[in-house]
Each structure stands twice: as structure tokens, then as C-alpha cells.
Nanobody, 126 residues
């Protein structure tokens, strides 16, 4: 399984970016997909998650209402649309996948993920 994240860059506060994570290597129907981020000098933190089978999404409180996670089954890609970006959103963003049931979405922030992408840097200037 390979996860390839891209879409990061430099944006001014209040701007938007869309991250993509292309998944390959197997069928992802029973996977939970997630985004995490790690700011310089800080621990990695959960951002959002969605079951590959669709349905609800889960967001960290700090991004709820500003970020939207979605998936495209035809392209085997998950997305993170980030709006109203703030300097504190500056971090390396990672996509991750875990073989688990969709009902585990509520625990997405605490699960141990099976696969990780390489990360893409997002820098928000003030």
C-alpha cells in the first residue's frame, strides 16, 4: 500500500488549499482514511478522518467548520479542503490509512494507523 500526499504550499492567512492523497496497492473499501499534521516542535495531531466506504466524517475541534475531508472512490484519492487558513495551521500534513470498520470513526484520533504517506508542507503566513 502506498499513500502519496500532495497539494501543500505557501498561502496567506484566510486563504485556501486542497490537499490530495492518492492511495494505491489494494482495495480500500474497509479502510479508514485520515489526515494528521505535525507543526515544528510539536507532536503529531489528528485533523480529520473518513471511512473509505463513505458516510460521516470526523474533525478535530481546531479545524471543524474550516476543513472538509472527502474521498473519490473512482480515483482512489482522499482530499482535505482547507479554508480560512490560519498561521497555526502551518504544519506537515500526512495522510494515513487503517484497515478497520467504519464504526471506528469516532475513535479515529486514537487509532494506530497501518500506512502513512510522506507528508506535504503547508505554510500559512500572517
Amino acid at each position: 500500500v502506498q499513500l502519496q500526499a500532495c497539494g501543500g504550499g505557501l498561502v496567506q492567512a484566510g486563504g485556501s488549499l486542497r490537499l490530495s492523497c492518492a492511495a494505491s496497492g489494494r482495495a480500500f473499501g474497509t479502510y479508514l482514511m485520515a489526515w494528521f499534521r505535525q507543526a515544528p516542535g510539536k507532536d503529531r495531531e489528528f485533523v480529520a478522518a473518513i471511512p473509505w466506504s463513505g458516510g460521516s466524517t470526523s474533525y478535530a475541534g481546531s479545524v471543524n467548520g474550516r476543513f472538509t475531508m472527502s474521498r473519490d472512490n473512482a480515483d482512489n484519492t482522499v482530499y482535505l479542503q482547507m479554508n480560512s487558513l490560519r498561521p497555526e495551521d502551518t504544519a506537515v500534513y500526512f495522510c494515513a490509512a487503517k484497515l478497520t470498520a467504519a464504526r471506528m470513526l469516532g475513535s479515529a484520533s486514537n487509532l494506530k494507523y497501518d500506512y502513512w504517506g510522506q507528508g506535504t508542507m503547508v505554510t500559512v503566513s500572517s
